[in-house]
Nanobody
Framework: QVQVVESGGGLVQPGGSLRLSCAAS????????MGWYRQAPGKQRELVAI???????DYADSVKGRFTISRDNAKNTEYLQMNSLKPEDTAVYCC???????????????WGQGTQVTVSS
């Protein structure tokens, strides 16, 4: 079994900051890319940021310069530091981990349940 669990969401005022965490646990051999996605009400899910196993990040244009993705491979955990938050950042944020469960086996994507981020005054 593999579990992917997010934490750190909540209510914040515009201009504020939040830090999301995502931990993968269970029968894991290796984690490759990890990423954060979000889905606002009435909208499609969109990529926010991804990070490779080597630590190379990439961001959606809408969050560049405000969000920072990072990971701790020893803890199978990734983070999303969100600064200068805007009301349009309000969404459910979900974590994705692409991982393999044993040597020489295929890698699959595992998703967390999501955490709500609300930016409002």
């Amino acid at each position: 079994q593999v579990q992917v669990v997010e934490s750190g969401g909540g209510l914040v005022q515009p201009g504020g900051s939040l830090r999301l965490s995502c931990a993968a646990s269970g029968s894991i051999f290796s984690i490759y890319d990890m990423g954060w996605y979000r889905q606002a009400p009435g909208k499609q899910r969109e990529l926010v940021a991804i990070i490779t196993s080597g630590g190379s990040p990439d961001y959606a244009d809408s969050v560049k310069g405000r969000f920072t993705i990072s990971r701790d491979n020893a803890k199978n955990t990734e983070y999303l530091q969100m600064n200068s938050l805007k009301p349009e950042d309000t969404a459910v944020y979900c974590c994705k981990a692409v991982l393999s469960r044993a040597r020489s086996t295929s890698a699959y994507a595992y998703w967390g349940q999501g955490t709500q981020v609300t930016v409002s005054s």
